[in-house]
Nanobody
Framework: QVQLVESGGGLVQAGDSLRLSCAAS????????MGWFRQAPGKEREFVTA????????DYVDAVKGRFTISRDVRKNTIYLQMNMLNPEDTAVYYC??????????????????WGQGTQVTVSS
C-alpha cells in the first residue's frame, strides 16, 4: 500500500507562487505515474497534471499550461507541483495521486490507485 503525503498548500495572493510536494512511502513510487488533481467547493475533482515514471512525459490541463510545472525526484520519492501566477480560480484542495500503470498518462481520477489526503490552496484576489 503506497501512502502519499502532500504539503505546501496555503493562502496566497493573486500572482504569487506556491510549490506543493507529495512524498511517497515506498520505492515502487519510481515505477508509477504520478498526478495532481484539484477539487473546488461544489465542483468535481479535476485533472491538473501528471507525469509518467520516466519523468519525461507530462500533460497539463489547459488552464494551468505555462504556469504550473510537475516534476519528480526519484531519490526522494517525491513529486512537486510548482504553481506560478496563481489566480483565484486555482483555489481548491489539491490531491496527489499514484497510478501503477505508468503509461499512457491518465486524466481520469478513477484511473489512479492511491491518493493523498489533500492540501488546501487558497488564492485571494
Amino acid at each position: 500500500q503506497v501512502q502519499l503525503v502532500e504539503s505546501g498548500g496555503g493562502l496566497v495572493q493573486a500572482g504569487d507562487s506556491l510549490r506543493l510536494s507529495c512524498a511517497a512511502s515506498e520505492r515502487a513510487f519510481s515505477t508509477y505515474a504520478m498526478g495532481w488533481f484539484r477539487q473546488a467547493p461544489g465542483k468535481e475533482r479535476e485533472f491538473v497534471t501528471a507525469v509518467d515514471s520516466t519523468g519525461y512525459r507530462k500533460d497539463y490541463v489547459d488552464a494551468v499550461k505555462g504556469r504550473f510545472t510537475i516534476s519528480r525526484d526519484v531519490r526522494k520519492n517525491t513529486i512537486y507541483l510548482q504553481m506560478n501566477m496563481l489566480n483565484p480560480e486555482d483555489t481548491a484542495v489539491y490531491y496527489c495521486a499514484a497510478r501503477r500503470r505508468s503509461f499512457p498518462i491518465a486524466k481520469e481520477w478513477t484511473s489512479y490507485d492511491y491518493w493523498g489526503q489533500g492540501t488546501q490552496v487558497t488564492v485571494s484576489s
